[in-house]
């Protein structure tokens, strides 16, 4: 048991990446809370783990709200414990040319993606320091290293947060605590799907079309599936993994390579 004992914080985990890691850190021993708007989802999620002899916490928190980040925080510490690791996994994704862009999605890209885990990194960070421990793992994406078409709000905010990894990573390494990211490209998800329409909206194509289209842009000419970011996400939440931090680490089918 790899994780035995530890507390793991994880917002989106009503979706398919977010879930993925939950059952995965479950599986090796983690007590979880489970943040997301989905109550229903986190629900039989957190059925899933506990029959798995872990305690799971449901946390409704939606993160366009840093009163809801902080209080399920919080309530996570007094139902579980301090917490161990910490994965800000909850995203959306906006598909808009630059100048059709509204304010309102650009600003709420960048609190989901941006300031929701800057929000969560803060508050549990004095009790990491403290302790001298922790791993704090960012869901990115490859397009917090490259910029797509129509993509240009999302690419922004990824870009923040390995912005804000890396910073964080050379302030806390004298502490033993570690930050990192893992960058996806095109994962097989209900809300890649939704994406896909949207990205062959603006340009004209059927969802067909656009799906064959981006399965051909990844080398291994597939998308890739919600189950394969978890053992990196478990890797990183490992304490033999300590001198691994301030690192932005695909899953990507060798979509981007760096």
């Known amino acids: 048991m790899k994780l035995e004992g530890k507390v793991a914080f994880i917002t ?3 979706g398919g990446i977010g879930g993925a890691i939950a059952r995965t850190y479950a599986s090796e021993g983690a007590n979880l809370a489970l943040a997301a708007r989905s109550v229903d989802k986190l629900e039989a999620l957190a059925t899933e783990i506990e029959a798995m002899g ?13 009163q809801d ?21 909850a995203g ?71 912005g804000l990894t890396k910073a964080l990573s050379a ?42 289209e981006l399965r051909n842009r990844v080398p291994m000419k597939r998308f890739i599936e919600s189950e394969e970011c978890a053992p990196l996400a478990l890797l990183l939440a490992c304490e033999d993994s300590g001198g691994i931090t301030g690192q932005a680490i695909n899953v990507d089918g060798g979509f981007v390579q760096f």
């Not at 916490?57 to 993160?63: A, E, I, M, R, S």
């Not at 403290?130 to 690419?155: E, H, P």
């Not at 605590?177 to 998800?189: G, K």
């Open 92 to 162: 959306i994704v906006s598909f808009e040319a630059v100048h059709e862009l509204p304010d309102a999605v650009w600003e709420r890209t960048m609190q989901i993606n941006a300031k929701a885990p800057f929000t969560a990194i803060r508050e549990v960070l004095p009790s990491m320091l403290d302790r001298k421990s922790g791993k704090i793992i960012n869901v990115a994406s490859v397009s917090g290293k490259i910029g797509l078409a129509y993509r240009s709000a999302y690419a922004a905010s990824k870009h923040a947060v390995l």
């Open 54 to 66: 872990r305690k799971a916490l449901v946390c409704p928190c939606d993160v366009m709200n840093d």
């Open 12 to 14: 989106g985990a009503s």
């Open 171 to 212: 302030e806390v390494a004298p502490f033993g605590i570690t930050a990192n990211c893992i960058c996806p490209t095109f994962v097989s998800t209900a809300m890649f799907e939704e994406s896909i329409q949207k990205w062959a909206d603006e340009t004209g194509k059927t969802f067909e079309e656009q799906s064959e």
């Open 69 to 89: 980040i902080l209080d399920s925080l919080r309530k996570t510490v007094d139902a579980l414990g301090p917490v161990d690791i910490l994965v800000n996994n």
